[in-house]
């Protein structure tokens, strides 16, 4: 038989809720292939991929790269947690996804003949408070079968890495369209931050909008000997300043922002999530509508003169907007600036359901 390896790859994985999903509740056939369907979903984790070594690698007889992955998802529903392989069979090279915002998103796939993921759960967002229990759990979850050095396991292993599903991650069911993904339901509390807001970009009644602006908080991951390291839960105090918690100021921000553009006879929109808060212009039915080519060029980033240069040399610079008080002089400070993204991007519209 072919030995196999055990590798990260960018896949799709979702989670049945641990609490109501008992093991008698999911069938679990030692051998049996479970396939990933377009009905999985549309949140899954993504626990790890296999693949077959070259023969001129192998060095000892072991599982195949199905028979592991077979032995992966048999383990996983031992322990209640619907879990599915999924093989590309070498033919794709990307997925394309979304992001908290709705947005399209491309992960690289290091697509090859003989490569097998397993994913697991099935969620219907990013944020399900069940789907991250999951998947802290699934991160720290040894698989029996790997321990067995019979099995000809090679099990990549990154420095600080607890255990060989560590790199486990979140992603969507590459079998089912990004755009229907994009229609469900946001969660309740991106519901909350988004009521009574003026210029809220949910509840527009178009399906696509331009993002121009984007104001994110500060974040960390702490690693290796990190000051953060832990004190995770007293992140918030640490990046606490005087003027209050960054998050809180991304949404002053885009809202000021947003304001200031209607002003000016601007269609502006704001939307907040727990992460950041971006500033749209326009709604759109399609695509290819012609306004959107004008209102990109509009904010887009422009080759200006380089103020740092003596000579005529240009830099990509993006757009601002300045606000100044009553009869305050151009030449004067102004009271706010806001700095526009180098490049605008089409995004659906988030709904609520």
């Given amino acids: 038989m072919r030995t196999l390896k055990s590798t990260s790859c960018i896949a799709v994985v979702a989670s049945l809720s641990l609490s109501i999903c008992s093991v008698e509740a999911i069938e679990n056939v030692r051998g049996k292939t479970y396939n990933l369907t377009e009905k999985h979903g ?10 077959n070594i070259h023969e001129d690698d192998r060095k ?7 028979q592991a992955a077979s032995e992966l998802v048999f383990e996983l529903r031992e322990k209640g947690i619907p879990a599915y392989s999924f093989s590309q069979d070498g033919k794709v090279e990307s997925i394309e996804t979304r992001d908290r915002l709705g947005r399209d998103d491309t992960r690289i ?5 003989d490569m097998i993921c397993v994913l697991a759960g099935n969620y ?7 789907a991250q229990k999951t998947l802290n759990y699934v991160k720290k979850f040894y698989p029996k079968f790997l321990k067995n050095t019979k099995n000809g396991a090679v099990v990549r292993s990154n420095l600080g890495q607890k255990g060989p599903l ?5 992603t969507t069911n590459p079998l089912r369209r990004p755009e229907d993904i994009a ?10 931050l988004n009521s009574g807001i003026d210029n809220a970009l949910i509840g527009l009644k178009k399906k696509y909008t331009l993002q121009v602006a984007t104001f994110s908080g500060k974040s960390t991951t702490p690693i290796g000997s990190s000051a953060y390291r832990g004190k995770e839960g007293q992140f918030d105090k640490e990046l606490k300043t005087a003027s209050g918690f960054n998050i809180v100021r991304s ?7 947003a304001r200031s553009l209607r002003q000016d006879k601007i269609e502006a929109y704001v939307y907040h999530d727990k992460f950041q808060s971006i500033v749209t212009v326009g709604g759109f039915d399609e695509k290819d509508d012609p306004r959107l080519r004008q209102i990109y ?57």
């Fill in 42 to 51: 549309p949140w899954m984790i993504m626990v790890t991929s296999f693949r």
């Fill in 60 to 66: 000892t007889e072991g599982l195949s790269a199905e």
């Fill in 109 to 113: 796939f290091a697509a090859q003949r």
């Fill in 124 to 130: 219907d967002s990013i944020d399900d408070g069940v």
């Fill in 166 to 170: 560590a790199g486990a991650f979140m």
């Fill in 183 to 192: 229609s469900k339901k946001i969660d309740n509390e991106t519901k909350f």
């Fill in 251 to 257: 949404g002053e921000d885009a809202a000021q922002l």
């Fill in 297 to 353: 060029a509009a904010f887009r980033a422009k080759m200006k003169p380089d103020p740092q240069s003596n000579s005529n040399q240009e830099i990509l610079t993006p757009e601002t907007k300045i606000l100044r008080g009553q009869g305050t002089a151009i030449t004067d400070a102004p009271l706010q600036v806001w700095v526009f993204d180098y490049e605008p991007q089409l995004i659906e519209v988030p709904r609520v359901k």
